[in-house]
T-cell receptor, first 109, second 115 residues
């Protein structure tokens, strides 16, 4: 089946720094999504990307849908303590959504 | 708009016991999903419903897991008998329709511990 490789697995950064994480797949997806999950909660959608090459921002978050349709990245600028959590990429092809293993972000004040 | 409701929030059972989880999706959402999230991993789809019909249950361990959505609204997921490796968070999600990613909303999950 379709496997998503998400990296890095974890990040420890200082408040104010920028963050970048990415997701790659051996298969193409029609839609890429980025979610954030906090302890005890379900994943919450941050950004959805629908076209190859699309670059979309949501506040301090920016994500891009790779031209090959096999990858995506998420950038967080000027990180703040409330950015702490696990970030998941997800790819949707037809009705099948697959998730990466997540990037655990820790922000030190 | 009310979110996806799940209960219970936590459940601890012994291996070989049975357990059931309940999910009430967002009103009007035709598609309902059950995911299993093992600690340190991303969610893995178990079963997908469109109204009261099963769209995909290829990753559901059918020898012990079952799920139903009889009236096309709320759904139950059952494990019988439970194994230690079933310890995980079970997430329910709903969507307006198949493939409508933007409306894909998760509940808070049920954390199952099998001892």
């Amino acid at each position: 089946g379709q496997q998503l490789n998400q990296s890095p697995q974890s990040m420890f950064i200082q408040e104010g720094e920028d963050v970048s994480m990415n997701c790659t797949s051996s298969s193409i997806f029609n839609t890429w999504l980025w979610y954030k999950q906090e302890p005890g909660e379900g994943p919450v959608l941050l950004i959805a990307l629908y076209k190859a090459g699309e670059l979309t921002s949501n506040g301090r978050l920016t994500a891009q849908f790779g031209i090959t349709r096999k990858d995506s990245f998420l950038n967080i600028s000027a990180s703040i303590p409330s950015d702490v959590g696990i970030y998941f990429c997800a790819g949707l092809h037809n009705n099948d959504m697959r998730f990466g293993a997540g990037t655990r972000l820790t922000v030190k004040p | 708009e009310a979110g996806v409701a799940q209960s219970p929030r936590y459940k601890i059972i012994e291996k070989r016991q049975s357990v059931a989880f309940w999910c009430n999706p967002i009103s009007g959402h035709a598609t309902l999903y059950w995911y299993q999230q093992i600690l340190g991993q991303g969610p893995k789809l178990l079963i997908q419903f469109q109204n009261n019909g099963v769209v995909d249950d290829s990753q559901l361990p059918k020898d012990r897991f079952s799920a139903e959505r009889l009236k096309g609204v709320d759904s139950t997921l059952k494990i019988q008998p439970a194994k230690l490796e079933d310890s995980a968070v079970y997430l329910c999600a709903s969507s307006l329709d198949l493939g409508v990613a933007f409306h894909y909303t998760f509940g808070s999950g049920t954390r199952l511990t099998v001892v």
